[in-house]
Protein backbone atom coordinates (compact mmCIF):
# COMPACT_ATOMS: atom_id res chain seq x y z
CA UNK A 1 0.00 0.00 0.00
CA UNK A 2 3.16 2.18 0.92
CA UNK A 3 3.98 1.92 -2.98
CA UNK A 4 1.00 2.38 -4.29
CA UNK A 5 0.32 5.91 -2.63
CA UNK A 6 4.07 7.08 -2.69
CA UNK A 7 4.31 6.20 -7.32
CA UNK A 8 0.95 7.76 -7.19
CA UNK A 9 2.15 11.19 -5.53
CA UNK A 10 5.70 11.30 -6.98
CA UNK A 11 3.94 11.07 -10.47
CA UNK A 12 1.34 13.51 -9.94
CA UNK A 13 4.17 15.93 -8.66
CA UNK A 14 6.16 15.06 -11.45
CA UNK A 15 3.09 16.45 -13.72
CA UNK A 16 2.17 19.59 -11.93
CA UNK A 17 5.61 20.78 -10.05
CA UNK A 18 7.44 21.85 -13.57
CA UNK A 19 4.43 24.09 -14.73
CA UNK A 20 4.25 25.47 -11.33
CA UNK A 21 7.89 26.45 -11.14
CA UNK A 22 7.98 27.67 -14.29
CA UNK A 23 4.75 30.16 -13.74
CA UNK A 24 6.26 30.98 -10.21
CA UNK A 25 9.76 32.10 -11.97
CA UNK A 26 7.23 34.26 -14.54
CA UNK A 27 5.69 35.99 -11.30
CA UNK A 28 9.02 36.68 -9.88
CA UNK A 29 9.95 38.70 -12.97
CA UNK A 30 7.81 41.65 -11.21
CA UNK A 31 10.18 41.60 -8.08
CA UNK A 32 12.96 42.03 -10.30
CA UNK A 33 14.80 45.60 -9.67
CA UNK A 34 16.22 47.86 -12.45
CA UNK A 35 19.89 46.82 -12.43
CA UNK A 36 22.41 50.07 -12.36
CA UNK A 37 23.57 49.76 -16.26
CA UNK A 38 19.80 50.05 -17.00
CA UNK A 39 19.65 52.98 -14.90
CA UNK A 40 22.61 54.36 -16.62
CA UNK A 41 21.32 53.79 -20.39
CA UNK A 42 18.54 55.62 -19.12
CA UNK A 43 20.06 58.48 -17.86
CA UNK A 44 22.23 58.36 -20.68
CA UNK A 45 18.94 58.92 -23.02
CA UNK A 46 17.63 61.89 -21.18
CA UNK A 47 20.84 63.60 -21.63
CA UNK A 48 20.43 63.06 -25.26
CA UNK A 49 17.12 64.46 -25.30
CA UNK A 50 17.87 67.02 -23.43
CA UNK A 51 20.79 67.78 -26.10
CA UNK A 52 18.12 67.34 -28.87
CA UNK A 53 15.75 69.54 -27.28
CA UNK A 54 18.69 72.46 -26.47
CA UNK A 55 19.52 71.84 -30.24
CA UNK A 56 15.53 72.78 -31.32
CA UNK A 57 15.51 75.52 -29.35
CA UNK A 58 18.89 77.20 -29.47
CA UNK A 59 19.68 80.14 -32.34
CA UNK A 60 22.42 78.86 -35.02
CA UNK A 61 24.39 80.91 -37.18
CA UNK A 62 23.29 78.99 -40.07
CA UNK A 63 20.60 76.33 -41.27
CA UNK A 64 23.76 73.99 -42.78
CA UNK A 65 24.90 74.19 -38.70
CA UNK A 66 21.67 74.11 -37.35
CA UNK A 67 20.63 70.62 -39.40
CA UNK A 68 24.18 69.05 -38.42
CA UNK A 69 23.80 69.20 -34.80
CA UNK A 70 20.33 68.21 -34.83
CA UNK A 71 21.02 65.01 -36.71
CA UNK A 72 23.89 64.31 -34.14
CA UNK A 73 21.51 64.56 -31.16
CA UNK A 74 19.35 62.47 -33.08
CA UNK A 75 21.53 59.75 -33.54
CA UNK A 76 22.85 60.24 -29.87
CA UNK A 77 18.89 59.40 -29.10
CA UNK A 78 18.07 57.03 -31.14
CA UNK A 79 21.88 55.03 -30.05
CA UNK A 80 20.28 55.38 -26.64
CA UNK A 81 16.84 53.81 -27.16
CA UNK A 82 18.81 50.82 -29.29
CA UNK A 83 20.97 49.92 -26.66
CA UNK A 84 18.08 49.90 -23.74
CA UNK A 85 16.06 47.71 -26.66
CA UNK A 86 18.82 45.47 -26.74
CA UNK A 87 18.63 45.02 -22.88
CA UNK A 88 15.74 45.01 -22.48
CA UNK A 89 15.83 41.91 -24.85
CA UNK A 90 18.84 40.40 -23.49
CA UNK A 91 16.97 40.17 -20.11
CA UNK A 92 13.77 38.52 -21.94
CA UNK A 93 16.27 35.95 -23.29
CA UNK A 94 17.83 35.20 -19.87
CA UNK A 95 14.37 35.00 -18.05
CA UNK A 96 13.31 32.38 -21.09
CA UNK A 97 16.42 30.21 -20.77
CA UNK A 98 16.05 30.35 -16.63
CA UNK A 99 12.44 29.46 -17.18
CA UNK A 100 13.36 26.28 -19.68
CA UNK A 101 16.11 25.17 -17.88
CA UNK A 102 13.94 25.14 -14.15
CA UNK A 103 11.14 23.13 -16.27
CA UNK A 104 13.68 20.43 -17.74
CA UNK A 105 15.58 20.66 -14.42
CA UNK A 106 12.51 19.74 -12.37
CA UNK A 107 10.97 17.10 -15.08
CA UNK A 108 14.03 15.15 -15.39
CA UNK A 109 14.69 15.15 -11.47
CA UNK A 110 11.31 13.66 -10.87
CA UNK A 111 11.35 10.99 -13.51
CA UNK A 112 14.73 10.28 -11.94
CA UNK A 113 13.28 9.63 -9.03
CA UNK A 114 10.52 7.82 -10.24
CA UNK A 115 12.76 5.46 -12.64
CA UNK A 116 15.16 5.06 -9.14
CA UNK A 117 11.90 4.05 -7.16
CA UNK A 118 10.95 1.42 -9.72
CA UNK A 119 14.12 -0.21 -10.12
CA UNK A 120 14.64 -0.77 -6.62
CA UNK A 121 11.19 -2.02 -5.60
CA UNK A 122 10.70 -3.61 -8.99
CA UNK A 123 10.42 -6.96 -7.49
CA UNK A 124 7.68 -6.14 -5.17
CA UNK A 125 4.28 -5.70 -6.06
CA UNK A 126 2.01 -2.74 -5.88
CA UNK A 127 -1.56 -4.23 -5.81
CA UNK A 128 -2.52 -8.02 -5.32
CA UNK A 129 -6.14 -9.02 -6.57
CA UNK A 130 -8.00 -12.09 -5.78
CA UNK A 131 -8.26 -15.04 -7.63
CA UNK A 132 -11.91 -13.81 -8.74
CA UNK A 133 -10.38 -10.67 -10.65
CA UNK A 134 -8.92 -11.69 -13.38
CA UNK A 135 -6.12 -9.59 -15.42
CA UNK A 136 -6.07 -12.56 -18.21
CA UNK A 137 -4.87 -10.90 -21.30
CA UNK A 138 -2.31 -8.50 -19.66
CA UNK A 139 -1.86 -10.23 -16.53
CA UNK A 140 1.66 -11.04 -17.96
CA UNK A 141 2.91 -7.81 -18.82
CA UNK A 142 1.37 -6.40 -15.69
CA UNK A 143 2.79 -8.34 -13.22
CA UNK A 144 5.82 -8.41 -15.32
CA UNK A 145 9.13 -8.73 -12.58
CA UNK A 146 7.00 -9.83 -9.82
CA UNK A 147 6.31 -12.88 -11.16
CA UNK A 148 3.17 -12.74 -8.56
CA UNK A 149 0.04 -14.28 -10.30
CA UNK A 150 -2.54 -11.27 -10.41
CA UNK A 151 -0.04 -8.36 -8.95
CA UNK A 152 0.65 -5.06 -10.66
CA UNK A 153 4.06 -4.59 -10.98
CA UNK A 154 5.98 -1.09 -10.09
CA UNK A 155 7.03 -0.01 -13.15
CA UNK A 156 3.36 -0.94 -14.78
CA UNK A 157 1.85 1.11 -11.97
CA UNK A 158 4.07 4.05 -12.23
CA UNK A 159 3.56 3.80 -15.98
CA UNK A 160 0.06 4.02 -15.52
CA UNK A 161 -0.08 7.11 -12.82
CA UNK A 162 2.09 9.29 -15.03
CA UNK A 163 0.05 8.69 -18.40
CA UNK A 164 -3.21 9.30 -16.61
CA UNK A 165 -1.64 12.18 -14.77
CA UNK A 166 -0.62 13.67 -17.56
CA UNK A 167 -3.87 13.28 -19.51
CA UNK A 168 -5.74 14.57 -16.67
CA UNK A 169 -3.37 17.89 -16.38
CA UNK A 170 -3.76 18.55 -20.34
CA UNK A 171 -7.57 17.99 -20.04
CA UNK A 172 -7.58 20.63 -16.90
CA UNK A 173 -4.89 22.82 -18.11
CA UNK A 174 -7.38 23.22 -21.73
Known sequence: M???IQIALMCLINTLL???IRNYLKVSRFWKRTTTDTQQMQTELDKAREELDNVHSAQHAGEYAR???TMRAER???DAETKIKLSKQMDALKQSTIDTVAYYV???LFSLIVVIV???NRNSPVMIFDHSFSLAP???LLSFPTGVYNAISVPAWAFSCN???SLLYGLVKK
Open 2 to 4: QLF
Open 163 to 165: FTF
Open 118 to 120: CAR
Open 18 to 20: PDF
Open 76 to 78: KVA
Open 138 to 140: LGG
Open 106 to 108: SKV
Open 67 to 69: KIK
